[in-house]
Protein backbone atom coordinates (compact mmCIF):
# COMPACT_ATOMS: atom_id res chain seq x y z
CA UNK A 1 0.00 0.00 0.00
CA UNK A 2 1.18 3.72 -0.97
CA UNK A 3 0.11 6.54 0.29
CA UNK A 4 0.61 9.87 -2.08
CA UNK A 5 0.28 13.34 -1.24
CA UNK A 6 0.63 16.43 -3.88
CA UNK A 7 1.20 19.58 -3.19
CA UNK A 8 2.62 22.71 -4.87
CA UNK A 9 -0.36 23.67 -7.12
CA UNK A 10 -1.66 27.38 -7.05
CA UNK A 11 -2.76 30.04 -9.58
CA UNK A 12 -0.26 31.65 -11.97
CA UNK A 13 0.17 33.90 -15.06
CA UNK A 14 0.72 32.23 -18.82
CA UNK A 15 4.18 31.90 -18.89
CA UNK A 16 5.27 31.20 -15.05
CA UNK A 17 6.28 28.04 -13.77
CA UNK A 18 5.41 26.08 -10.63
CA UNK A 19 6.77 22.79 -9.41
CA UNK A 20 4.62 19.82 -7.78
CA UNK A 21 5.96 17.40 -5.21
CA UNK A 22 4.24 14.50 -4.48
CA UNK A 23 5.53 12.75 -1.61
CA UNK A 24 4.81 9.50 -0.57
CA UNK A 25 4.95 6.80 2.40
CA UNK A 26 4.03 3.37 3.11
CA UNK A 27 5.09 0.22 0.88
CA UNK A 28 8.49 0.57 -0.81
CA UNK A 29 9.06 3.77 -2.82
CA UNK A 30 12.11 2.05 -4.83
CA UNK A 31 9.45 -0.58 -6.35
CA UNK A 32 6.88 1.61 -7.84
CA UNK A 33 7.14 3.45 -10.98
CA UNK A 34 5.54 6.99 -10.66
CA UNK A 35 3.30 9.27 -13.41
CA UNK A 36 1.34 12.36 -13.46
CA UNK A 37 -1.79 12.66 -14.61
CA UNK A 38 -4.36 15.64 -15.03
CA UNK A 39 -7.89 16.29 -15.27
CA UNK A 40 -10.19 19.49 -16.11
CA UNK A 41 -13.94 19.05 -14.65
CA UNK A 42 -16.04 16.85 -17.72
CA UNK A 43 -13.44 15.64 -19.42
CA UNK A 44 -10.99 12.40 -18.71
CA UNK A 45 -7.87 12.19 -17.16
CA UNK A 46 -5.22 12.79 -18.98
CA UNK A 47 -1.38 11.63 -19.18
CA UNK A 48 1.25 13.89 -18.51
CA UNK A 49 4.77 12.08 -17.70
CA UNK A 50 5.71 8.66 -15.78
CA UNK A 51 9.40 7.92 -14.58
CA UNK A 52 10.38 4.71 -14.01
CA UNK A 53 11.51 3.35 -9.94
CA UNK A 54 15.25 3.88 -11.29
CA UNK A 55 14.63 7.18 -13.24
CA UNK A 56 16.18 5.57 -16.10
CA UNK A 57 12.90 5.62 -18.06
CA UNK A 58 10.87 9.01 -18.69
CA UNK A 59 7.78 9.39 -20.80
CA UNK A 60 5.79 12.76 -21.51
CA UNK A 61 2.58 12.87 -23.39
CA UNK A 62 3.35 15.36 -26.36
CA UNK A 63 1.50 18.41 -24.96
CA UNK A 64 4.04 19.08 -22.49
CA UNK A 65 7.15 18.00 -24.01
CA UNK A 66 9.51 20.57 -23.77
CA UNK A 67 8.36 22.63 -21.08
CA UNK A 68 7.77 19.78 -18.18
CA UNK A 69 10.21 18.06 -16.62
CA UNK A 70 9.38 14.66 -14.18
CA UNK A 71 12.08 13.83 -11.22
CA UNK A 72 12.39 12.00 -8.59
CA UNK A 73 14.49 11.81 -5.71
CA UNK A 74 13.87 7.87 -4.14
CA UNK A 75 16.02 8.80 -1.28
CA UNK A 76 13.28 11.24 -0.35
CA UNK A 77 10.28 9.24 -1.28
CA UNK A 78 9.12 11.78 -3.21
CA UNK A 79 8.46 12.80 -7.59
CA UNK A 80 8.26 16.23 -9.06
CA UNK A 81 7.10 18.17 -11.96
CA UNK A 82 8.69 20.96 -12.79
CA UNK A 83 6.04 22.92 -15.07
CA UNK A 84 7.56 26.36 -17.07
CA UNK A 85 5.97 27.89 -20.11
CA UNK A 86 2.60 27.16 -18.32
CA UNK A 87 -0.69 27.81 -20.48
CA UNK A 88 -3.90 28.61 -19.92
CA UNK A 89 -4.77 25.12 -21.25
CA UNK A 90 -2.38 23.47 -18.36
CA UNK A 91 -5.19 24.12 -15.50
CA UNK A 92 -6.42 20.89 -14.49
CA UNK A 93 -6.39 18.96 -11.15
CA UNK A 94 -2.84 17.13 -11.33
CA UNK A 95 -2.57 13.60 -10.21
CA UNK A 96 0.24 11.80 -8.78
CA UNK A 97 0.02 7.52 -9.16
CA UNK A 98 2.33 4.89 -8.66
CA UNK A 99 2.23 1.36 -9.78
CA UNK A 100 4.31 -1.31 -9.10
CA UNK A 101 7.63 -2.14 -11.30
CA UNK A 102 7.76 -5.59 -10.95
CA UNK A 103 9.83 -5.64 -14.66
CA UNK A 104 6.69 -3.88 -16.28
CA UNK A 105 7.60 -0.63 -18.24
CA UNK A 106 6.80 3.07 -17.24
CA UNK A 107 2.82 3.20 -18.89
CA UNK A 108 0.62 6.32 -19.92
CA UNK A 109 -2.32 4.50 -18.91
CA UNK A 110 -4.06 5.60 -15.59
CA UNK A 111 -5.63 2.02 -15.32
CA UNK A 112 -2.61 0.57 -14.91
CA UNK A 113 -1.53 2.57 -11.82
CA UNK A 114 -3.05 1.52 -8.50
CA UNK A 115 -2.35 4.03 -5.87
CA UNK A 116 -3.57 7.90 -6.26
CA UNK A 117 -3.45 11.13 -4.08
CA UNK A 118 -5.55 13.48 -4.04
CA UNK A 119 -4.57 15.77 -6.26
CA UNK A 120 -3.91 19.37 -6.82
CA UNK A 121 -5.46 22.08 -8.29
CA UNK A 122 -3.08 24.14 -10.96
CA UNK A 123 -4.30 27.40 -12.57
CA UNK A 124 -3.11 29.19 -15.06
CA UNK A 125 -4.51 32.37 -15.78
CA UNK A 126 -4.20 34.42 -19.70
Known amino acids: QVQLVESGGGLVQAGDSLRLSCAAS????????MGWFRQVPGKEREFVAA????????GYADSVKGRFTISRDNSKKAVYLQMNSLKPDDTAVYYC???????????????????WGQGTQVTVSS
Open 26 to 33: GGTFRSVH
Open 97 to 115: AARFSAFMPISSADSDYSW
Open 51 to 58: ISWSGGSI
